[in-house]
């Protein structure tokens, strides 16, 4: 089913839906709670880290979540701007992301992707990538720094 298969109504619901899971995450990040992180994810869930690191299912996920959250965020702060939704089906999207984290030293840019499902009413992060933003795309007042480049 396309996006063009989905009413307005149902659209904007689904989309807001979408919008307070990518709320929790930035929250979770800025106060450090991996607990409200890894609840959002389905158990056979994919992410790959900024930093390349691929991570299979719930339990990995959760290991290096616990490794690096507590403390990863200090003097740091995160947020997550939500750029494009499409919608596979009216189950499954692709949710495109444009990630802000303030550091002592400026800025650093990310560009996630997440591919969500939506199970039992809830949207679910499934496969979900990092990366960072190449230098000509933050333009000249942003300078970038290392955040997504550090191997996690």
Do not use: C, H
């Given at each position: 089913m396309s996006?063009?298969?989905?009413?307005?109504?149902?659209?904007?619901?689904?989309?807001?839906?979408?919008?307070?899971?990518?709320?929790?995450?930035?929250?979770?990040?800025?106060?450090?709670?991996?607990?409200?992180?890894?609840?959002?994810?389905?158990?056979?869930?994919?992410?790959?880290?900024?930093?390349?690191?691929?991570?299979?299912?719930?339990?990995?996920?959760?290991?290096?979540?616990?490794?690096?959250?507590?403390?990863?965020?200090?003097?740091m702060t995160v947020t997550f701007e939500l750029e494009h939704v499409l919608f596979i089906r009216p189950d499954v999207a692709a949710v495109k992301l444009r990630q802000i984290y303030q550091t002592p030293d400026g800025l650093d840019v990310g560009s996630p992707l997440w591919v969500m499902a939506k199970e039992d009413g809830q949207w679910r992060l499934t496969a979900c990538q990092n990366i960072g933003v190449p230098d000509d795309e933050l333009g000249d007042s942003v300078e970038s720094k290392p955040v997504l480049a550090d191997g996690n």
């Open positions: 996006t063009a298969n989905i009413d307005a109504r149902t659209r904007d619901a689904e989309i807001e839906a979408i919008r307070r899971v990518v709320a929790t995450v930035e929250n979770a990040q800025n106060n450090e709670r991996p607990e409200d992180f890894l609840r959002l994810f389905r158990a056979d869930a994919i992410w790959t880290t900024g930093g390349g690191k691929r991570l299979f299912g719930l339990d990995e996920i959760s290991t290096f979540t616990y490794q690096v959250l507590p403390g990863g965020m200090q003097g």
